[in-house]
């Protein structure tokens, strides 16, 4: 199940208004600068100011329009995101949404892959 669907799921449950109207980040929508440290939390991220990152846009494509946003948590040998929230909603409670934890080895290998998917061709 994909993370879209969890959060859709959590917020219709919670009966939030607008509930689960996110989509996946697109790249070219938003200057994320290093994926890589950005997708990791590392302090040199573009959200690093924040604490958090988006893990989801909108589903109209603009990640800022309507972000899921979340803590990334990096540990010797695990990756966790906690703390969601929604910016335009401050007041919503994810207390009971995750958190999700990863193992630290196939996390950063995903990380990998998407960095290298959102390179441009080589000629």
């Not at 924040?50 to 589903?59: E, N, P, S, Y």
């Not at 966790?80 to 958190?99: A, E, I, L, N, V």
């Amino acid at each position: 199940m994909s993370l879209v669907d969890l959060v859709s799921g959590f917020e219709h449950a919670a009966g939030h208004d607008v509930p689960g109207t996110y989509a996946g980040i697109i790249l070219d929508h938003f200057n994320f600068g290093d994926l890589g440290a950005y997708l990791t939390g590392r302090p040199d991220s573009a959200y690093s100011g924040k604490g958090l990152i988006a893990l989801l846009g909108c589903d109209c494509g603009e990640v800022g329009c309507w972000p899921l946003e979340a803590q990334v948590i990096t540990a010797e040998d695990s990756v966790m995101w906690r703390g969601f929230s929604q910016p335009y909603r401050p007041k919503r409670d994810y207390g009971d949404f995750g958190p999700f934890v990863f193992r630290r080895n196939q996390y950063e290998r995903a990380v990998r892959e998407a960095v290298a998917a959102s390179l441009p061709p080589s000629p």
